[in-house]
């Protein structure tokens, strides 16, 4: 049970203003360690729960909840182990998908990706010494997001708690904040449960304030019901999905034969052409193929060139084409190509967050004498530098690029450069049948909210899926098959708020705990000051 006899109640978020306090030297408050570490360890797991492909939104704030009420009462050292044990709790089966690269990748990855949640603990330990606590805590949760999306290596913004709302009553307020903002209703949500839990635990009593803070944890995801969204333009155009497959699986999944990847779109592309023909499909505006679905520089191999320019030709509408091209001889892109059926290949964008240890290899020379496998990335990509938005027939599409549609940023600036509607390409093919595929869709579809686009999902292996400017899945495939559609698909233009505001919800966040935590630290010393100078 965690309790909070020992400390005076100085967190109610309608309370009157109170000092704040700090427990005893050399204890906690509350709890004993063992219970505050089970504590965290369920927040952590039912945080994951709320992730797909499980997909249980609700269990999100729930996880928030038990994680803050395992810190409450906690002094800062301790609370520091506290969020890590949390966090690594939910990120090592929500990171799994990493496996397939090997095991020490994935314990190396959720070491350091812990320490966030532990450097977050420490504040946040001191915060809820604060009247209105929830609110700050929750204000530093997206700090710590923010700060997982810059560094090491250029960040890692996978696993953030709105990513597990691509469909709940929470994804709307993406429209108004973008993710930072959906994530910080759930942990809101989630810091009033607990201040529940921790109050009504060591004085059990049902009042006003219980009652309005309660209404306030139910009130956050009503009013992502509520938020208002643009409407339909009347637009719309036919794209052509084209999910090819791969020959092989894990790192060796284009096989013994680069060329068959190719080959398996090409193919694919050909047999949509004659499903048209043949009036089974829709004639498309333009067709989409994943990145990856060439690994051989069509600039360079003159095989490669004809194979996609026959499909192309066949199809006969301009098709997006993901690539692997060489910059130099020691460098290459990962790029989206548009394929004309007439010109051949034109326009280009290059994609501008690579992969770290996947695309390039940070801190090479070091790497690369240390662990063998680091040679597998091969030749070093390069990041592009510009916008994804490329000019495809009829409309000028939003090109992302795998990764980068965890990257608040990058979509945004996609979006304000005009494309409608985005394409997602991705290749899977190393994770195929872990929690990435459904975990990328999940952000697909948070992305289409948030920006007011329709969003085009295409995967080599899967999954490929169409995902309305609601957030709904309209079509979606299997994993390891190959795959062919037409979808048809709205395009818009209006922009939400949180296209238009970009990161200035973030900011105002950030700041707001950032200013919260120097103030409980102030107060802090001061007691400490005060008991010190008692004791003199």
Not at 5 to 16: E, N, R
Not at 348 to 370: R, S, W
């Amino acid at each position: 049970m965690l309790s909070d006899a020992t400390v005076p109640d100085v967190g109610d978020p309608a309370g009157s203003a109170e000092t704040p306090e700090t427990p005893g030297p050399g204890r906690d408050a509350g709890p004993p360690a063992w219970a505050r570490a089970l504590t965290a360890v369920a927040g952590g797991l039912l945080a994951f729960l709320a992730f797909p492909p499980i997909g249980w939104w609700f269990t999100a704030p729930l996880g928030v909840a038990l994680l803050f009420a395992a810190l409450h009462g906690a002094r800062p050292r301790r609370a520091a182990w506290i969020g890590y044990l949390g966090g690594a709790a939910f990120l090592f089966p929500a990171l799994a998908w990493v496996r397939p690269i090997g095991d020490d990748a994935w314990l190396a990855l959720v070491g350091v990706e812990s320490a966030f949640w532990a450097a977050m603990a420490v504040p946040a330990a001191l915060v809820m010494r604060l009247r209105l606590w929830p609110l700050w805590v929750a204000c530093l949760w997206v700090a710590q997001e923010w700060a997982r999306g810059l560094f090491p290596v250029g960040g890692f913004p996978w696993a953030r708690i709105a990513f597990s709302q691509g469909d709940s009553p929470y994804t709307g307020h993406a429209a108004l904040g973008g993710a930072p903002l959906v994530t910080f209703t759930v942990v809101l949500t989630g810091a009033l449960i607990a201040h529940v839990l921790v109050r009504g635990v060591s004085r059990p009593v049902w009042d006003r304030r219980v009652a309005a803070v309660l209404a306030g944890a139910v009130a956050l995801p009503v009013l992502g019901l509520l938020v208002p969204r643009p409407g339909d333009e009347g637009r719309s155009i036919r794209v052509g999905v084209v999910q090819g497959n791969v020959p092989g699986r894990g790192l060796g999944w284009a096989g013994d034969e680069p060329a068959v990847v190719l080959r398996n779109h090409a193919d694919e592309t050909h047999r949509l052409a004659a499903d048209i023909r043949a009036g089974k499909q829709p004639r498309p505006d333009i067709v989409v193929w994943p990145e990856n679905s060439t690994d051989i520089d069509p600039y360079r191999d003159r095989a490669a060139y004809q194979t996609i320019d026959a499909a192309v030709k066949d199809i006969g509408v301009p098709v997006l084409v993901g690539a692997v091209v060489s910059v130099s001889p020691e460098t290459r892109a990962t790029r989206s190509i548009v394929w004309d059926p007439v010109t051949g290949p034109g326009d280009y964008y290059d994609k501008q967050k690579l992969v770290p240890f996947g695309e390039f290899t940070p801190y090479k020379e070091v790497v690369l004498a240390l662990f063998e496998r680091a040679n597998l990335v091969g030749r070093q990509s390069v990041p592009g530098s510009g916008d994804g938005d490329l000019k495809v027939g009829p409309v000028t599409v939003g090109a992302v690029s795998c990764y980068e549609v965890a990257f608040d940023g990058i979509v945004r600036g996609t979006v304000r450069a005009g494309g409608s509607p985005l394409v997602v390409q991705t290749n899977n093919a190393t994770y195929e049948l872990t929690n990435l595929p459904p975990q990328q869709l999940a952000m697909s579809q948070l992305r289409a909210v948030e920006h007011n686009r329709s969003v085009i999902a295409v995967a080599t292996t899967g999954i490929s899926a169409y995902v309305s400017p609601a957030g709904k899945v309209e079509w979606r495939t299997a994993e390891l098959v190959p795959a062919r559609t037409v979808v048809n698909v709205p395009v818009r233009t209006g922009n939400t708020l949180a296209t238009r505001v970009g990161a200035g919800p973030e900011l105002v966040l950030i700041l707001m705990g950032a200013a919260a935590t120097i103030v409980a630290a102030g107060a802090a010393r001061a007691v400490r000051a005060s008991r010190t100078g008692r004791v003199r």
